[in-house]
């Protein structure tokens, strides 16, 4: 059996699994092929990314198990699972990823709403009279 690579990545509320084969360049997300998951060219280009980066186009297969939160949190998790999945099978990749901003955890998520206020930072108009 061929060895497998596997990562994680996250970003706001989503958590991606990736798991790599050396393969043809066959991507499934969730069990669906991901021109299927996301529709959209650009999309799907962004998942791609790290592959192009790390010049590894059709050279893994790509099986990625996502969750949690939205199209662009989910893209998000699966571009760092990608990258550190890559990372982990060759070193010399990280100045490449590094310089692509595919190696840094993203931390931001949603702020949330405060009490005594209509969202999270915004305040309901003061009246003085």
């Keep these: 059996m061929s060895e497998s690579i596997s990562a994680t990545g996250r970003r706001k509320t ?3 699994r990736v798991t790599l084969t050396p393969g043809t360049g066959k991507i499934t997300i969730n069990k669906r092929p991901f021109e299927e998951y996301f529709g959209n060219i650009s999309l799907q280009n962004q998942v791609l990314h790290p592959f192009n980066v790390a010049k590894a186009v059709n050279q893994w297969d790509a ?3 996502t969750k949690g939160g939205g199209v662009n949190g989910q ?3 699966i571009q760092l699972g990608i990258a ?5 099978k060759d070193e ?3 100045t490449d990823l590094r310089a ?3 190696l840094t955890r993203d931390a931001r998520k949603k702020e949330r709403k405060k009490a ?3 969202g999270a930072r ?3 108009q003061f009246s003085k009279r």
């Design 14 to 16: 989503s958590s991606a």
């Design 75 to 77: 893209i998000g998790a």
């Design 116 to 118: 005594g206020q209509p």
């Design 100 to 102: 692509a901003h595919l």
């Design 63 to 65: 099986e990625i198990n």
């Design 122 to 124: 915004k305040r309901f």
């Design 92 to 94: 010399e990749l990280r």
């Design 84 to 88: 550190r999945a890559l990372l982990s």
